[in-house]
């Protein structure tokens, strides 16, 4: 079953600075670690629903590397992908392969912290590749997700916020994206007109939502970010206790290595 988006994944060319650059917006940061394959470190951001923000940088961002998110950081930094978390990946991936969309996996993954402990999940990715498709990856962890995700004061932020309310996916196409969420999600999804934005097409995930957007006109944020980046997350809405909707709240102005992230 898929319980709710695991984490939102944030590519940056530098770690440190992006670890800066959140902390001076109001987010508190904890070191994450080092990869297995020592191409990439990372650093966390989490919140009290149990998603985080994953900062992530390549130790020489500027050699080509076989990793699903190089590429997309030679076009610019920001929000790269996002994973949902599975209780029952060997379950998950036989139904969805079965509903003919392309997935690959499962496969093993890890992470090294920077106390020594080693954590071990288990993924697998969908769609045809990061820029082109608004599909997540889904995970599963092996060891204890309490090892992977910090939790007690890594999750309060001088920012008022305490949740994840949803994620902004911008698509060229909203009739195949949504068809493909929707096969995902076993979830019909909720259709509206979103002022400045165009069509939409809403899927809940438990308490969060999911959004994809097909930009109108071609002058828009989201219709630039398309052009640029390619298909994928867009913008994060947080919140404190209360639900919030997209285009909500305030759009943080600090730099935040190419993030968009709004507070309601």
């Known amino acids: 079953m898929l319980k709710q988006i695991d984490h939102i994944v944030v590519v940056a060319r530098n770690l440190a600075e992006a670890v800066e650059n959140f902390r001076r917006a109001g987010f508190t940061v ?10 990439t470190h990372n650093a966390l951001i989490s919140f009290g629903d ?20 190089w590429e997309r950081l030679a076009r610019g930094e920001g929000l790269v992908d996002y994973a949902l978390l599975s209780d029952d990946l060997d379950a998950e991936a036989p139904r969805v392969r079965a509903a003919g969309l392309s997935l690959r996996g499962p496969a093993d993954g ?7 402990q080693e954590l071990i999940w288990r993924s697998f990715f969908l769609g045809t590749g990061v820029g082109k498709t608004a ?4 995970i599963e962890d092996v060891t204890p997700r309490t090892l992977r ?44 007109d979103v002022p400045n934005l165009g069509p939409t097409a809403r899927f809940r995930l438990g308490e969060q939502w999911l959004e994809l957007i097909q930009p109108t ?31 909500e709240g305030v759009l943080l102005s600090e730099p935040l290595n190419g993030a968009r992230i709004r507070v309601a």
């Open 217 to 247: 006109g071609t002058e828009s944020p989201a219709a630039q970010h398309l052009r640029r980046l390619g298909e994928g997350p867009y913008e994060v809405v947080l919140s404190g206790d209360s639900a919030a909707n997209s285009g």
């Open 110 to 116: 890890g992470r090294r912290r920077p106390d020594g």
């Open 30 to 39: 904890t070191p994450g670690g080092e990869h297995v394959g020592g191409m």
């Open 135 to 138: 599909l997540p990856f889904v």
């Open 149 to 192: 995700v910090p939790g007690g004061a890594a999750t309060q932020h001088r920012l008022p916020v305490s949740r994840v309310a949803g994620l902004s996916l911008v698509v060229a196409n909203l009739a195949a994206a949504s068809r493909d969420l929707q096969i995902l999600l076993s979830a019909a999804p909720e259709g509206h």
């Open 50 to 69: 149990g998603t985080y923000f994953e900062l992530i940088a390549f130790h020489e961002p500027d050699v080509p590397q076989e990793h699903r998110w």
